[in-house]
């Protein structure tokens, strides 16, 4: 009865070393910032993310044009700038500060941008070998 014992504790005592994996990654609105505009402000940014990957993928295949491709990526690109300078203000807001331009960090919102979208393809990337 005691190694039955012993395992019920260490299955117990492994659930709860592992119980902050199990949850789900939430992103923290910095300074306080209204829960449900921030969860919006992110979804939508992913979303848009998504959507320049998917344009490169189109246009790896050939179901986009080239022409066509510009233009969309471009209209992607300004609707995640959009998204990524309100999501700035409604930070800097929540944080009260008075930084010239909104922007937190000392790199421009084109090269957040292009860091972003790297991380993106970078998580959706396949672990397998195949491309």
């Not at 659930?15 to 939508?44: S, Y």
């Not at 993928?57 to 491709?69: I, L, T």
């Amino acid at each position: 009865m005691t190694p039955a014992l012993l395992g019920i504790v260490m299955a117990g005592l492994a659930l709860w070393i592992l119980q902050p994996l199990r949850r789900p990654r939430r992103v923290t609105p910095p300074g306080g910032v209204e829960d449900a505009k921030w969860k919006e402000l992110v979804d939508a940014k992913h979303a848009v993310y998504r959507s320049i990957i998917d344009l490169e993928f189109d246009r790896s295949v050939g179901k986009v044009a080239e022409e066509d491709y510009g233009i969309l990526l471009h209209q992607h690109q300004a609707e995640a700038l959009a998204l990524l300078h309100e999501m700035d203000a409604l930070a800097s807001a929540a944080a009260g500060s008075s930084r010239p331009g909104g922007s937190a960090s000392a790199a421009g919102p084109g090269e957040t941008l292009e860091a972003e979208i790297a991380a993106a393809r970078e998580r959706l990337r396949p672990t397998s070998g195949t491309t």
